[in-house]
C-alpha cells in the first residue's frame, strides 16, 4: 500500500442487523488496530464468538463451540495472544485521546483569538489527563505533549472516527458516565467521522501554510455506504470552558513544534 492510496472501511451497504454487525464489527477492529490487518481479524473473530455465546441459548454447546472454533481459526495466533493481553484497553485508550485532540483542534478553531494548533491541542489535551489523572481500571493517564504525539502519530489514520465516538459519548453515555459503541449507534458514529474527516483534511493551523493533514491519511467511508451530509457545530457555544482555561496555561515552545 501506498501512502496515497486511500483506505476504504470495509462496510456492507445493506440493512438489517447482520449487515449491521458486520459494520460493528469492522469500523471497531478498524479503530482500535487501522494498520494492523491481522489485529482486525483477530478483534472481529473475538466479537464475533462473543456474539455467538449470546445467542447460544436453546442450542447445543457442540454446536457454539464449533461455530466459536471456526472464527478463532481466521485470527492469527500471535495476534490472538496480544489481543488476550490487554491490547483492547490500552488502544482505547489512546484512541480516545487521540479522539479528543482532534475535537479540541476543532473547538479552538471555532475561537479566532484561540490560534488553534495541534502543540496547542496536545497541551490541552494533557492538561486534561492531569485532571482526569487514571482511567476506570486504574492504569494513569498519559499526561505530557510528547507521549500524547506519539499516541497521535499512530492512531491517526482513525482520529476521526474516536473523535465520533466522543460525540456519541456525549449524547448516550449513561448515568454512570461509561459509553459502549453498540451496532445500532455505527451508521451515526460514521456520520459524524466523516465530517471530522473533511474537516482536518482542510485545516490549516495557526501560522502554517499546509492542512495539518494531508490527503488520504485517514480512514473513509467508501462511496457505496450512503451517510447524509453532516456538518459540525459552528457556534462559539460550542466551546466549554474547561477548554479555555486550559488553553489560558499554554506557552508555546521554543525549540521542538509537533505541527
Partial sequence: MTNNEIRHLPLLALDGPPAAFHNFLAVWATMLAPDDPEMRKAIEARGMVKHLARRANGRTAKHFMVESTLFTTLADDRAMTRLFSGYTTAAEQKGCIVGSVLVFLYLMSLDPTAGS??????????????????WGDGSRVAQTPRQLRAFWDECLAVSHLWAAQMM????????????????????????????????????????????????????????????????????????????????????????????
Fill in 117 to 134: 494548533s495541534l502543540n496547542k491541542a496536545l497541551h490541552v489535551a494533557a492538561q486534561r489527563g492531569k485532571e482526569l489523572r487514571k
Fill in 168 to 259: 456519541l459519548h456525549h449524547r448516550y453515555k449513561a448515568k454512570d458516565g461509561s459509553y459502549v459503541l453498540r451496532a445500532i449507534h455505527v451508521h451515526e458514529l460514521l456520520e459524524w467521522a466523516e465530517a471530522f474527516r473533511r474537516w482536518i483534511e482542510g485545516f490549516v493551523p495557526h501560522r502554517a501554510k499546509k492542512p495539518l493533514v494531508g490527503k488520504n491519511k485517514l480512514w473513509r467511508v467508501p462511496a457505496s455506504y450512503k451517510l447524509r451530509p453532516l456538518a459540525l457545530p459552528i457556534s462559539q457555544q460550542s466551546i466549554p470552558d474547561e477548554l479555555h482555561k486550559w488553553v489560558a496555561t499554554y506557552k508555546a515552545p521554543t525549540m521542538v513544534s509537533w505541527d
